[in-house]
């Protein structure tokens, strides 16, 4: 079992950056491919990015050049640094973990606002 918890959401305007967080608290983190989605209002959830548990990544051609998901094993965190933001980047931000034995975990998101 993990629990995931999101910080960092916020109001910024566009073009300027966030650094959203997921902490996750129970054994085996490294092992976790760890990812991030979001969701607009009146809209599907959308995946973002994810890396692997041996630090491969993968974006989503919307964020791709602006988006960058790292992870720090020793902190059992990982991180979406989100630059030159945009209106559409507004949304409920998620964090996950998934293994193939343990299947998906979810955080409970965190709001994200690009508004001038």
């Known amino acids: 079992q993990v629990q995931l918890v999101e910080s960092g959401g916020g109001l910024v305007q566009p073009g300027e950056s966030l650094r959203l967080s997921c902490a996750a608290s129970?054994?085996?983190?490294?092992?976790?491919?760890m990812g991030w989605y979001r969701q607009a209002p009146g809209q599907q959830r959308e995946w973002v990015a994810f890396?692997?548990?041996?630090?491969?990544?993968n974006y989503a051609d919307s964020v791709k050049g602006r988006f960058t998901i790292a992870r720090d094993n020793a902190k059992s965190t990982v991180y979406l640094q989100m630059n030159g933001l945009k209106p559409e980047d507004t949304a409920v931000y998620y964090c996950?973990?998934?293994?193939?034995?343990?299947?998906?975990?979810w955080g409970q998101g965190t709001q994200v606002t690009v508004s001038s």
């Open positions: 996950t973990a998934e293994r193939i034995d343990t299947g998906a975990f």
């Open positions: 890396i692997s548990s041996s630090g491969l990544t």
């Open positions: 129970g054994s085996g983190f490294s092992r976790y491919v």
